[in-house]
C-alpha cells in the first residue's frame, strides 16, 4: 500500500492564524482526501483534490477557509486558515489504494487552537 | 438517518472472549466495504475488506448482507492488544465517495 508522510503531526496555533498541512505519498495518485476528526467523533470528509483541477468540497466546508493545494500527483496540502478554538482538531489526508484495499491514511496532524 | 451506523459501545469484554459488532448502511449503490481499526490518537489502518462471501483473517471473520444492507466484524478469542475503536466504511466507487461509521470502541480487559 502506499505511504503517506504528513506534517506537522501537531501544532498549537494563536486564532487568526494559518496552518498548512503537508502531505506527500511515495507514488503517484489521482485523487488524495482530506479529512477531520474532531474529538471522539468519526472522519469527515473536508474535501478531494485532484491534481490539475480545483478541489471538490463537501457540504459545510469551502475553499477560502480550507484552500487546498495540489501542484502533482504526490503531494498536496491543506490550509486551515483564520483559525479559531472550533478548528482544534485532528486533520488526515489519505489516498485510495484501490477498490479492494481501502484507504491509507497520513498519520495526522493534531491541530489545537488557543 | 445517518447514511452509516454503527453501535458506539464500549464493548468492554474479557480476554478471550468473541465479540461482534454490525454496522447498516443506507444507499444501496454501495460497493466496497471495510473494517479498519483506530487507536488511541492515531491514524485509521484498514484491518479488512468485507466481500460478499464473507472472509476470514486469523481471529477476524467479515460478513456482508447486501440484502439487509448490514457488515459485521467477528473477533474470536480476544486480545488485550485488540483494544481500539473500530470503523466501518461504505464506499460508492461510482460517485468516488466513502463514508464511515461513528466507530465502535472496544475494550479487552484481563
Known amino acids: 500500500s502506499a505511504v503517506i508522510s504528513q506534517k506537522p503531526s501537531r501544532d498549537i496555533c494563536q486564532r487568526g492564524t494559518s496552518l498548512t498541512i503537508q502531505c506527500q505519498v511515495d507514488s503517484q495518485v489521482t485523487m488524495m482526501f482530506w479529512y477531520r476528526q474532531q474529538p471522539g467523533q468519526s472522519l469527515t470528509l473536508i474535501a478531494t483534490a485532484n491534481q490539475g483541477s480545483e478541489a471538490t468540497y463537501e457540504s459545510g466546508f469551502v475553499i477560502d477557509k480550507f484552500p487546498i493545494s495540489r501542484p502533482n500527483l504526490t503531494f498536496s496540502t491543506l490550509t486551515v486558515s483564520n483559525m479559531s478554538p472550533e478548528d482544534s482538531s485532528i486533520y488526515l489526508c489519505?489516498?485510495?489504494?484501490?477498490?479492494?484495499?481501502?484507504?491509507?491514511f497520513g498519520s495526522g496532524t493534531r491541530l489545537t487552537v488557543v | 438517518r445517518k447514511e452509516v451506523e454503527q453501535d458506539p459501545g464500549p464493548f468492554n469484554v474479557p480476554e478471550g472472549a468473541t465479540v461482534a459488532f454490525n454496522c447498516t448502511y443506507s444507499?444501496?449503490?454501495?460497493?466496497?466495504f471495510f473494517w479498519y481499526r483506530q487507536d488511541c490518537r492515531k491514524e485509521p489502518k484498514l484491518l479488512m475488506s468485507?466481500?460478499?462471501s464473507g472472509n476470514e483473517d486469523g481471529r477476524f471473520t467479515a460478513q456482508l448482507n447486501r440484502a439487509s444492507q448490514y457488515i459485521s466484524l467477528l473477533i474470536r478469542d480476544s486480545k488485550l492488544s485488540d483494544s481500539a475503536t473500530y470503523l466501518c466504511v461504505v464506499m460508492n466507487t461510482n460517485a468516488g465517495k466513502s463514508t464511515f461509521g461513528d466507530g465502535t470502541t472496544l475494550t479487552v480487559k484481563p
Open positions: 468485507v466481500y460478499s
Open positions: 444507499n444501496s449503490a454501495s460497493q466496497s
Open positions: 489519505s489516498v485510495e489504494d484501490g477498490r479492494f484495499y481501502g484507504y491509507t
